[in-house]
């Protein structure tokens, strides 16, 4: 087995295949976007994912508290904006996925509580923060390279979703239109950072491990939550 490095371009290519494990093709997933699941199913998804997206402002916060290069803080600094909102009219991701919430049926309290939130996805939201803040600020970075699937997932639930679900108030699909445009960003940003950083085939190898990791945890989420809402097995939380 050669230990030569693998060219930038192999090495992006490497990093595009991971998404044949994406979440997008677990079977939670599917069934949502093929418009076959309920509303119960619909609602536990959307307050179980909102713990998640509350952990990424934080995480990234930890991803810059670990970097010693400014021009990388100055950044990735986005990210928080995009998530946390500036006070300026952008009222950023989490006040979006709100806004889905109450779409979906859900009152915000009880989303902003995580009273809904399944021990399997508390426990993966957790690790994947505690992931961040330990390891280097290359490696968290490189963990952040699921956005690299991310807009086609959200494209997909503009397209269906309104057909699927007529259910689901307009206001909702908000949050979707804006990662669409922001993905795509971070995620240049995210590839040419771990493009330069992880050169030796080991630390290549390791980039695919690290990004293997983070899929991982998004298909554990789901498979709480699968467990929870389409097979109805404890411990179930009720988001009616």
Known sequence: MSNQPWSQDEFRQRLYEKGRFYHIHHPFHLAMNGGNSTKQQVQGWVANRYYYQA???????????NCNDAAIRRKWIQRIIDHDGCG???????EAWLRLGEAVGLEREAVTSFHHVLPGVRFACDAYLNFARNASWQEAACSSLTELFAPTIHQKRLEGWPEHYPWIEPKGYEYFRKRVREARVDVEHGLKITL?????RAQQEKALTILQLKLDILWSMLDAMEMAYVFEKPPYHNCN
């Open 196 to 200: 330069n950083h992880f050169q030796t």
């Open 88 to 94: 300026d009219g952008n009222d950023g991701g989490l």
């Open 55 to 65: 952990i990424i402002p934080v995480k990234d916060a930890a991803i810059m508290a």
